[in-house]
């Protein structure tokens, strides 16, 4: 970031990183243009010859869309490299005291994201990004899909942040006792929701 001349950033992205840019670089929010608008500009910008970051909020490749502009500019002959993030997929609950697998209780993950139109289900812990405004029809289409009602299952609302909220509730419940959070958010269904209560620490001593 430090290096680039270009910066294109999303809207979940820490300010603190946008502000290390170098004062003459470009940097260019992407909120309001399409994702064939960023790919083409990405690809436009890297063929110039420019050096480009394309910085996002977590890991790029979920449900980051890093997978399509990369596509875009391999697709164009642009020289690229993918930097891993910490996907707030395993970050948030972490962060929150949800272990996403705990061995005898839960030994898989199922991911979802909240807009697409139907959320299948089997077992094992679900997660749901984007699902806090969908939150209603994601709950009764899980329990449609065979989870039951009484499943203990969270809300991390602006997760790891200073006004981090986290509502934990029945699947059948959830989205009631959720609707004053704000997004961004992520939903966590299943049995390791119930250890988190077992989880809480002792409050770390400041430090000296
Ligand atoms: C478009 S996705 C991007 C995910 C990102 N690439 C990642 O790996 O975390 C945005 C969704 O991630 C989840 N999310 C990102 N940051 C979060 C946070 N601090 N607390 C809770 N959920 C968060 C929310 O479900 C949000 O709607």
Same mark, same amino acid.
């Given at each position: 970031v430090r290096d680039c001349d270009v910066l294109v950033h999303d809207r979940l992205v820490s300010p603190e990183l946008v502000a290390e840019?170098? +004062?003459d670089a470009l940097v260019l929010a992407?909120? &309001? @243009?399409g994702q064939d608008a960023v790919n083409g500009l990405l690809a436009e910008l890297g063929r110039e010859g420019l050096e480009v970051v394309r910085l996002k909020g977590g890991d790029p490749f979920v449900f980051g869309r890093g997978g399509e502009e990369a596509l875009a500019l391999a697709e164009a002959d642009v020289p690229f490299e993918v930097v891993p993030g910490v996907s707030s997929l395993a970050a948030v609950p972490a962060a929150a005291g949800i272990p996403l697998t705990h061995r005898g209780v839960s030994a898989g993950v199922r991911v979802l994201s909240g807009t697409a139109a139907e959320t299948p289900v089997d077992a094992g812990t679900v997660v749901v990004f984007m699902g806090l405004r969908t939150l209603t029809r994601v709950c009764e289409d899980l329990i449609a899909d065979g @989870?039951? +009602?009484s499943t203990p299952a969270a809300v991390i609302s602006r &997760?790891? @942040? +200073?006004?981090e909220e986290v509502v934990v509730a029945e699947l059948g419940r959830l989205a009631e006792a959720a609707e004053d959070l704000e997004p961004p958010a992520l939903v966590v269904v299943g049995e390791?929701?119930?250890l988190r209560e077992r989880l809480r620490a002792p409050a770390l001593e400041a430090a000296g």
């Open positions: 840019a170098r +004062p992407r909120d &309001g @243009l @989870l039951d +009602p &997760g790891t @942040l +200073p006004d390791v929701v119930a």
